[in-house]
Nanobody, 126 residues
Framework: QVQLVESGGGLVQAGGSLRLSCAAS????????MGWFRQAPGKEREFVAA????????DYADSVKGRFTISRDNVKSTVYLQMNSLKPEDTAVYYC???????????????????WGQGTQVTVSS
């Protein structure tokens, strides 16, 4: 079983930046693709960004493209989401997720991921 723990959320003003971290334990992530999703109150969970953990392929939702960057640190088994130029509509609980990289496809929806973190709150004030 893969255990994921998100951190780095908080309160930030519009235009500011936050860096989310997703630390993995329990298994190596060399065979997993990693994704970031978010869910705002009253809305469905939506795709934000993803990458093949053992590769260089990355995908971004149109709403965050050019502002968010997904990356990884293999030594620390940690995936990051750098969020710049934050907007109030970015306010949501952000979740880290993992799935077998063998089945990874561009912009996979949330229900195709197997493991999830507890989520971290990101609030962007105007």
């Amino acid at each position: 079983q893969v255990q994921l723990v998100e951190s780095g959320g908080g309160l930030v003003q519009a235009g500011g930046s936050l860096r989310l971290s997703c630390a993995a334990s329990g298994r190596t992530l060399s065979s997993y693709a990693m994704g970031w999703f978010r869910q705002a109150p009253g809305k469905e969970r939506e795709f934000v960004a993803a990458m093949r953990y053992s590769g260089s392929n990355t995908d971004y939702a149109d709403s965050v493209k050019g502002r968010f960057t997904i990356s990884r640190d293999n030594v620390k088994s940690t995936v990051y989401l750098q969020m710049n130029s934050l907007k109030p509509e970015d306010t949501a609980v952000y979740y880290c997720a993992a799935k077998w990289a063998t089945y990874y496809n561009n912009y996979d929806p949330w229900h195709t991921y197997d493991y999830w973190g507890q989520g971290t709150q990101v609030t962007v004030s105007s």
